[in-house]
């Protein structure tokens, strides 16, 4: 299954809303989670099942969809959410497979 | 708290072999499937090999079938990636993570090992 992520690059002000998009080439229900993954460090879990928040993960981050549209929303976006981020299904595997990637900048 | 360590990596040349350990601590490792993903420099994240809890349960992305195996020792709660073969594509931060409660999302990462193949 192509996951495909959108926009690339995304460039989003402190305290606006960003809102990231993943999209399936095939169904995969619900079983899609999300990444953050910051320079130098190793990529951490924010969502599974589309729209479960990971221990710990702040409650602006949120997710959505099911089937082959997705979405991962930032309410109000801190400093430190400036990051890549990853969507990625494990529905249909092997493989289990990533988008890839979107990078939030700030504007 | 969960804690995985990898180690292994370094300058290896075309064709020859590696293995990675993975360490854990923290948490049940004996009844946990793990998994290990790789990065290539710059580049995204690519599924690499996962294993269930009991050693059974292996499989492999593509691109490694045949030339890497995973493995573990639940006594030694250590995960491993022998890696053989090795070709310039496999140059990569290689990270392993734990397989997700309910499902083959990656829970915990630890903070990588590089492999760079090279001559």
């Known amino acids: 299954i192509v996951m495909t992520q959108s926009p690339a690059t995304l460039s989003v002000s402190p305290g606006d809303r960003a809102t990231l998009s993943c999209r399936a080439s095939h169904n995969v229900h619900n079983n899609l989670a999300w990444y953050q993954q910051k320079p130098g460090q190793a990529p951490r879990l924010l969502i599974f099942g589309a729209s479960t928040r990971a221990t710990g993960i702040p409650a602006r981050f949120s997710g959505s969809g099911s089937g082959t549209e997705f979405t991962l929303t930032i309410s109000s976006l801190q400093s430190e959410d400036f990051a890549v981020y990853y969507c990625?299904?494990?529905?249909?595997?092997?493989?289990?497979?990533f988008g890839q990637g979107t990078r939030l900048e700030i504007k | 708290q969960v804690q995985l360590v990898e180690s292994g990596g370094g300058v290896v040349q075309p064709g020859r072999s590696l293995r990675l350990s993975c360490a854990a601590s923290g948490f049940s490792f004996s009844i946990s499937g793990m998994h290990w993903v790789r990065q290539s420099p710059g580049k995204g994240l690519e599924w690499v090999a996962i294993i269930g809890y009991d050693g059974r349960g292996k499989y492999y992305g593509d691109s490694v079938k045949g030339r890497f195996t995973i493995s573990r020792d639940n006594s030694k709660n250590t995960l491993y990636l022998q890696m053989n073969s090795l070709g310039v594509d496999d140059t990569a931060v290689y990270y392993c993570?734990?397989?997700?409660?309910?499902?083959?999302?990656?829970?915990?990462w630890g903070q990588g090992t590089l492999v760079t193949v090279s001559s």
């Open positions: 993570a734990t397989r997700g409660e309910k499902g083959n999302w990656f829970d915990s």
């Open positions: 990625q299904q494990y529905n249909n595997w092997p493989p289990l497979t």
